[in-house]
């Protein structure tokens, strides 16, 4: 059973950073594409950034694009999303989802983590 726990969120304010985890489990991060995304209080979910099981990164968001990074630690089977010059529209509930190498869609979602920035 494949498990997803992300953390790192939090209450940080305008232009700070924060670092969020995905932790993976029930198999190895290179078996599987995990993608960040976030969902704003009364807007839909939306995709941040994704990065493949062989480790490339497949796709940012234009919004975050040269502010935030996504990256994975085989050895601890974890992806991160480094999230740096934080602005209040980057407040929402941040998720971390993966998909197996043969399959289109995420099927298995962490918890979500919140992050706030505020002005």
């Known amino acids: 059973q494949v498990q997803l726990v992300e953390s790192g969120g939090g209450l940080v304010q305008t232009g700070g950073s924060l670092r969020l985890s995905c932790v993976l489990s029930?198999?190895?991060?290179?078996?599987?594409?995990v993608g960040w995304f976030r969902q704003a209080l009364g807007k839909e979910r939306e995709l941040v950034a994704t990065?493949?099981?062989?480790?490339?990164?497949?796709s940012t968001a234009n919004s975050v694009k040269g502010r935030f990074a996504i990256s994975r630690d085989n050895a601890k089977n974890t992806v991160y999303l480094q999230m740096n010059s934080l602005k209040p529209e980057d407040t929402a509930v941040y998720y971390c989802?993966?998909?197996?190498?043969?399959?289109?869609?995420?099927?298995?979602w962490g918890q979500g983590t919140q992050v706030t920035v505020s002005s």
């Open positions: 990065i493949n099981w062989s480790g490339i990164i497949t």
């Open positions: 029930g198999g190895t991060v290179n078996q599987f594409g």
């Open positions: 989802a993966a998909k197996g190498r043969s399959t289109t869609s995420y099927d298995h």
